[in-house]
């Protein structure tokens, strides 16, 4: 999966987090470049939700599924 944060470079640095529908956080990945790519061949077919928080405070939370 590729994250394109190209449009805020200030999230960079930053930690995203993969929950699962229980809540129960399954991966996270600290954010290097504008294009990011994260690696979700290890988890399981279902719905995810990818979250991260900046350092002021605005938020960032998409669903995916993983076929």
């Known amino acids: 999966m590729t994250l394109d944060l190209a449009y805020d470079p200030r999230w960079v640095g930053t930690v995203f987090q993969v929950c699962n529908l229980q809540g129960q956080v399954v991966m996270q990945i600290q954010v290097k ?30 669903k995916f599924v993983k076929l």
């Open 33 to 62: 470049a504008k294009i990011q790519t994260l690696d979700i061949s290890q988890l399981r077919p279902g719905i995810y939700f990818l979250a991260a928080k900046k350092g002021d405070g605005e938020s960032y939370k998409q």
